[in-house]
């Protein structure tokens, strides 16, 4: 009694260490990680399963039901040893793997005379490949489960049931059989009369003949079909050669108009930058002589707090008007050719605190400086806008600011940006059509080039440089299954999305290197005469490298200009620093000013 007693106190605490969720109940994986802990590897969770239908009411086991599913847990962990035992001895081949005959074989050696014929049936016609090799673990719970005894009365009633039910079925067969040979009959009698009608009509025409003519007319439509298509691919290839020539023609006319606009531009650039020194050193003049402006005012007002008369009171207050006079004339003189200056310059940094001091000044647009200080503000931004386009490299920012230049009226001023920016545009549409041409690429058009079992060369080394370009290795896709693999694969891993979203900043330009040697092996016309798919993934791969090199060779030759970015600018010439005025000067020029 004393060791019932220790031993219900020892399997309670077991039970209250593994109810975590203090529910009364453990569940088949708690049950799984008790028994793993008392014997090394424990069951699979199919086995606890079973363990619990044999000896719990429910499907999860109580504190007084704990120790015979242990029990029963543990016959079938001892149960097992020698049952793998059995099992590896069957696979002679070492593939984890039997057939069903064997299977069949070990089951009923274990079962003996309680094996069950029909229940070994449901389970072969259950799998989910019927005849495949079965593993250890699809019948280690049937071997380790005890028969039942009634299981084969049980089986042989049934077959009895079934033999009655196919006796029946035979019988209404045979009914069934008997009047469709009736219903045939009728019909041969009324076939045979009604041939024996269309006989006489076609008395005049023998089968040959028929044969013939119908061979030959099929001979004639498909000789038809691939003269129409011969001259249809015959003409899509001349008009994509013009196409191709014409495009090339009228990019170097536009790169020698480029040329020739940018040297205007450079020629005119330096002559107003020759203008603009001009106008600082008579800004820096202005500034100057605003400073001796500011230092006369100074002395006529020291002058007019010294005078102890009338007279000289008059004569310092009139000194003081004048030298105030010439003060505010030289200030509006520099800011006025500081401004001019900025224009000549076309100096953002320049323009935009002359612009606001204009502004403050209140000054008279005489010349007009303030509007084109303005306009050209609105130049360099367009300018700005299209160069940060341009190295984005994407298709809808560079139409949005090249058409922001077009109705800004800048076209002239930025000839040189906006031929280069029309260059890179046709690029980028010419990307987005080959991605498009992929889009609309026919599903069994991909199927026919995963369809080779040994594909012509052209067709494998395009599609090693589609996937090279993809991050596979050549090893890799130099083995023709691993590319049928590869293209058929579909959803985010598809070839068609990979590459409608494949981006040429990502490219290892080492494997882009190898995949254009492959390429450079045949001309459009070679793979398109073998593959019309294959020489769609042409198209996308070799632009693709072009478009991967032009990305390459700009940041090489933008990458030092940006580190140097700061040095560029240059600071323009200061103007001398005029000494800021005394607290009592403030003041009374302010009451002079009233």
């Given at each position: 009694?004393?060791?019932?007693?220790?031993?219900?106190?020892?399997?309670?605490?077991?039970?209250?260490?593994?109810?975590?969720?203090?529910?009364?109940?453990?569940?088949?994986?708690?049950?799984?990680?008790?028994?793993?802990?008392?014997?090394?590897?424990?069951?699979?969770?199919?086995?606890?399963?079973?363990?619990?239908?044999?000896?719990?009411?429910?499907?999860?086991?109580?504190?007084?039901?704990?120790?015979?599913?242990?029990?029963?847990?543990?016959?079938?962990?001892?149960?097992?040893?020698?049952?793998?035992?059995?099992?590896?001895?069957?696979?002679?081949?070492?593939?984890?793997?039997?057939?069903?005959?064997?299977?069949?074989?070990?089951?009923?050696?274990?079962?003996?005379?309680?094996?069950?014929?029909?229940?070994?049936?449901?389970?072969?016609?259950?799998?989910?490949?019927?005849?495949?090799?079965?593993?250890?673990?699809?019948?280690?719970?049937?071997?380790?489960?005890?028969?039942?005894?009634?299981?084969?009365?049980?089986?042989?009633?049934?077959?009895?049931?079934?033999?009655?039910?196919?006796?029946?079925?035979?019988?209404?067969?045979?009914?069934?059989?008997?009047?469709?040979?009736?219903?045939?009959?009728?019909?041969?009698?009324?076939?045979?009369?009604?041939?024996?009608?269309?006989?006489?009509?076609?008395?005049?025409?023998?089968?040959?003949?028929?044969?013939?003519?119908?061979?030959?007319?099929?001979?004639?439509?498909?000789?038809?079909?691939?003269?129409?298509?011969?001259?249809?691919?015959?003409?899509?290839?001349?008009?994509?050669?013009?196409?191709?020539?014409?495009?090339?023609?009228?990019?170097?006319?536009?790169?020698?108009?480029?040329?020739?606009?940018?040297?205007?531009?450079?020629?005119?650039?330096?002559?107003?930058?020759?203008?603009?020194?001009?106008?600082?050193?008579?800004?820096?003049?202005?500034?100057?002589?605003?400073?001796?402006?500011?230092?006369?005012?100074?002395?006529?007002?020291?002058?007019?707090?010294?005078?102890?008369?009338?007279?000289?009171?008059?004569?310092?207050?009139?000194?003081?008007?004048?030298?105030?006079?010439?003060?505010?004339?030289?200030?509006?003189?520099?800011?006025?050719?500081?401004?001019?200056?900025?224009?000549?310059?076309?100096?953002?940094?320049?323009?935009?605190?002359?612009?606001?001091?204009?502004?403050d000044a209140k000054l008279s647009d005489d010349?007009?400086?303030?509007?084109?200080?303005?306009?050209?503000?609105?130049?360099?931004?367009?300018?700005?806008?299209?160069?940060?386009?341009?190295?984005?490299?994407?298709?809808?920012?560079?139409?949005?600011?090249?058409?922001?230049?077009?109705?800004?009226?800048?076209?002239?001023?930025?000839?040189?940006?906006?031929?280069?920016?029309?260059?890179?545009?046709?690029?980028?549409?010419?990307?987005?059509?080959?991605?498009?041409?992929?889009?609309?690429?026919?599903?069994?058009?991909?199927?026919e080039i995963r369809s080779y079992q040994n594909?012509?060369?052209?067709?494998?080394?395009?599609?090693?440089?589609?996937?090279?370009?993809?991050?596979?290795?050549?090893?890799?896709?130099?083995?023709?299954?691993?590319?049928?693999?590869?293209?058929?694969?579909?959803?985010?891993?598809?070839?068609?999305?990979?590459?409608?979203?494949?981006?040429?900043?990502?490219?290892?330009?080492?494997?882009?290197?190898?995949?254009?040697?492959?390429?450079?092996?045949?001309?459009?016309?070679?793979?398109?005469?073998?593959?019309?798919?294959?020489?769609?993934?042409?198209?996308?791969?070799?632009?693709?490298?072009?478009?991967?090199?032009?990305?390459a060779e700009a940041k090489q030759h933008n990458?030092?200009?940006?580190?140097?970015?700061?040095?560029?600018?240059?600071?323009?010439?200061?103007?001398?620093?005029?000494?800021?005025?005394?607290?009592?000067?403030?003041?009374?020029?302010?009451?002079?000013?009233?």
């Amino acid at each position: 009694m004393g060791e019932l007693d220790d031993r219900r106190k020892v399997l309670d605490e077991a039970f209250k260490i593994y109810d975590t969720d203090m529910n009364g109940e453990l569940s088949p994986i708690q049950l799984q990680t008790m028994h793993e802990e008392m014997r090394i590897g424990g069951i699979s969770l199919p086995q606890v399963h079973a363990s619990i239908r044999y000896t719990c009411a429910t499907d999860m086991c109580e504190p007084s039901e704990l120790y015979d599913t242990l029990q029963e847990m543990d016959r079938r962990y001892f149960l097992l040893q020698n049952l793998r035992w059995e099992f590896s001895m069957l696979d002679r081949h070492q593939t984890d793997t039997i057939s069903e005959e064997k299977a069949r074989w070990l089951v009923q050696a274990v079962h003996g005379k309680h094996f069950n014929r029909k229940k070994w049936d449901n389970f072969t016609r259950s799998r989910p490949v019927p005849g495949s090799g079965v593993s250890f673990a699809e019948i280690e719970v049937e071997l380790c489960n005890i028969p039942d005894k009634l299981d084969p009365a049980l089986e042989k009633q049934k077959e009895e049931q079934e033999l009655q039910a196919l006796a029946q079925r035979k019988k209404e067969i045979d009914k069934a059989a008997e009047e469709e040979r009736e219903r045939l009959r009728r019909k041969r009698d009324e076939d045979r009369l009604r041939k024996e009608q269309e006989e006489e009509k076609r008395k005049n025409q023998t089968e040959a003949d028929k044969v013939k003519k119908a061979k030959d007319a099929e001979e004639e439509k498909r000789r038809k079909i691939a003269q129409e298509e011969e001259r249809h691919n015959k003409e899509e290839r001349e008009r994509r050669r013009l196409e191709e020539e014409e495009e090339r023609r009228r990019i170097q006319l536009e790169q020698e108009e480029a040329a020739r606009k940018a040297q205007e531009v450079e020629e005119r650039r330096r002559h107003e930058a020759e203008e603009a020194k001009d106008a600082e050193k008579t800004a820096e003049d202005a500034a100057r002589l605003e400073q001796e402006a500011e230092e006369e005012l100074k002395r006529a007002r020291e002058k007019l707090q010294r005078a102890d008369d009338d007279k000289a009171r008059k004569e310092a207050e009139e000194l003081e008007r004048q030298a105030k006079a010439r003060q505010l004339e030289q200030r509006h003189k520099k800011i006025r050719f500081t401004l001019k200056a900025a224009i000549k310059s076309q100096d953002r940094g320049k323009l935009e605190p002359a612009v606001k001091d204009f502004e403050d000044a209140k000054l008279s647009d005489d010349d007009n400086d303030l509007e084109k200080a303005r306009q050209l503000l609105k130049q360099l931004s367009a300018r700005d806008g299209l160069t940060n386009a341009m190295s984005k490299r994407q298709l809808a920012e560079l139409e949005k600011a090249m058409t922001f230049v077009k109705k800004s009226g800048f076209e002239v001023e930025l000839a040189p940006e906006m031929a280069e920016a029309s260059k890179l545009l046709l690029q980028l549409r010419r990307l987005e059509r080959i991605r498009a041409e992929i889009l609309e690429l026919k599903q069994s058009t991909v199927a026919e080039i995963r369809s080779y079992q040994n594909p012509p060369a052209p067709v494998h080394h395009v599609m090693m440089g589609t996937f090279l370009l993809h991050g596979h290795s050549e090893k890799e896709t130099k083995v023709w299954k691993t590319v049928q693999a590869l293209v058929g694969k579909t959803g985010k891993e598809g070839l068609k999305r990979r590459c409608i979203e494949y981006n040429p900043d990502n490219m290892v330009m080492a494997d882009a290197t190898r995949a254009k040697q492959l390429l450079l092996q045949y001309d459009l016309d070679d793979v398109r005469d073998v593959s019309a798919g294959a020489a769609t993934f042409y198209v996308w791969a070799t632009s693709m490298i072009e478009e991967g090199e032009q990305r390459a060779e700009a940041k090489q030759h933008n990458g030092p200009e940006q580190k140097k970015a700061p040095e560029l600018p240059k600071q323009p010439p200061k103007s001398p620093k005029v000494p800021p005025k005394s607290p009592g000067g403030k003041a009374r020029s302010a009451k002079g000013g009233k």
